[in-house]
Every structure is written in structure tokens, then in C-alpha cells.
């Protein structure tokens, strides 16, 4: 009888195996990622966006999430006729979130590069973003070859990182911080002497410190496109759809209006390896 129960056990701890063995093939529990149609039918979207970021993604003094990308995703949420989720991502954190089914799409102030191209597939450019170099008045920055010896903040794995590193090179001291919230205070408290940032930096570093510091030089124009999964054409094709429409009927003017305190800019057709459609 003890043999008899002891093979029952065997055979019972051999099929718990088996099934363990499955396990890796399905879904980690804490993803949400899915098909477009299995978004409507649980009625939201998983949207990852920015969280420190204003005015283009942040959590206001509510606790909400406010800012441009939260104004649009808010909109291509009711275009699809269901909630929106946001959730708050640091720059570094954007496409692991996305790649790893956290969120569905990213309305994340995501600049449109060939190397994140590579990645992730991004849809048409619903904005526009000058990058700069910012640093005080008194001190001369008016070039890449003049951050030779300088300590650079930039917030990691930023379009702001990739153009200082490829422009200074081992010449300036870069320091990559979490966020753009950290990149600002470092500037400010001295821990470095600029800092690459996006067009809305002055108006952040003149209201932590008035009259103190300015632009030094642009590094390059971004334009900025939801991210999604490549492969992932119901979405593309979805969001696609969506940014032709706020454009048309002046949604989005609306929304620049509010948060960009400027004219939606002109968005080109295509850019060089950054396909805008799912083959």
C-alpha cells in the first residue's frame, strides 16, 4: 500500500512538472499588453507616459495625470470608446515598459530616432520638441567643442544623452539622471555646469531661478510619436487613424494650444528609417 501511494505521489509531482514546464510560454501576470479588440472588450488602454515631465506628461498636484500626452491619450481613448490607464514612466523606463507588456502604447514624449526605431514602431508625429544645451548666462557654451572639461546632465537614455555623447564625445563629463526633474535640480544645485534638456527647460530653470541661466545652443528638432510593439499593426494602424483626425478637425490645436503656448509645427511625411506604419 506504502508503494502504491508513493507511485501516486511520483506521478503527481511528474505532471506538476510537466505543467511548470508550460508556464514560461504564457503571459506574466502583471502584463497588460494586448490586441487593440482585447483592449476594448476589458473597456481601457494601458497608456505609459511620462510622469515628470511638464508641461508634456506629469502628475499634477491631485495626483492625476496632466500635461499633453495625458490630454491626447485621454482622446484616443475616447476615440476608441473606452478609459484611459496612465502609467507613469521615467525616460530610461519608456520601451522596457512597452516591450515588456506593462503598458499597451506610449504617449511618453517619445522623440522619433532610427536607433529607437529599431525597437519600437512608432506611429505619424503628433508633436515637435527642440532639444538645447542650457547653462547660466555668465558662462560660454556655444558649441559642442565648448563642453570640453564641462560636467553635462542629461536625463539617461534621453534623445538629449544620445545627441551630447555623440556631439561631445569623451570630451565633457556627462551625468545621467533618472528624470528631467533630477537633470533641472542638478543644474540648479551645482552638481553639473548645463544640462541638455527639451524646449520647455527655460521656462522650468527661469521660474526656479529667474534671470540666471539660458539657451545655449539647440542640438536637434524631435518629433514625437506614440510607441507601440512592432508587428503590432491594429494598433498602428488605430493610432494612425486617430492622429490624422485630431489633426484635421482641430483637436490637437486645441491641445498644443493649452499645453505648447504655440501652433501645432509641420509635421514632415516620413523620416529617414523611422517608418511610420507596420509592414
Known sequence: MKSKTMTIKRRTALALIA????MPLAAPATAFAGTLEQAK?????????????????????????DGLDA?????????????????????????????????????????????????????????GNVLSVYGPKDKKIGSYDDLTGVSVGVPKSSAMDTAITAGAGTKASILR????????????????????????????????????????????TLYNGAGMRPGEKDWNESINSFIDKIKADGQLAKIYAKWMKREVPAFPDSLPDIPFTTK
Do not use: C, H
Open 41 to 65: 472588450a476589458k473597456g481601457k488602454v494601458v497608456i505609459g507616459i511620462q510622469g515628470d515631465n511638464s508641461p508634456w506628461g506629469f502628475v499634477n498636484s491631485s495626483g492625476v495625470q
Open 19 to 22: 505543467a511548470a514546464a508550460t
Open 177 to 220: 539622471f533618472d528624470d528631467d526633474a533630477a537633470n533641472i535640480q542638478a543644474l540648479i544645485s551645482g552638481q553639473v555646469e548645463a544640462v541638455g534638456g527639451n524646449q520647455f527647460y527655460g521656462d522650468r530653470l527661469n521660474a526656479a531661478a529667474a534671470g540666471k541661466y539660458e539657451t545655449k545652443f539647440d542640438l536637434v
Open 71 to 127: 490630454d491626447i491619450g485621454k482622446a484616443y481613448a475616447d476615440y476608441l470608446g473606452v478609459k484611459a490607464e496612465f502609467v507613469p514612466l521615467a525616460v530610461a523606463n519608456r520601451i522596457p515598459a512597452l516591450m515588456t507588456g506593462k503598458v499597451d502604447i506610449l504617449f511618453a514624449t517619445m522623440g522619433m530616432t532610427a536607433d529607437r526605431a529599431k525597437t519600437i514602431q512608432f506611429s505619424k508625429p503628433y508633436a
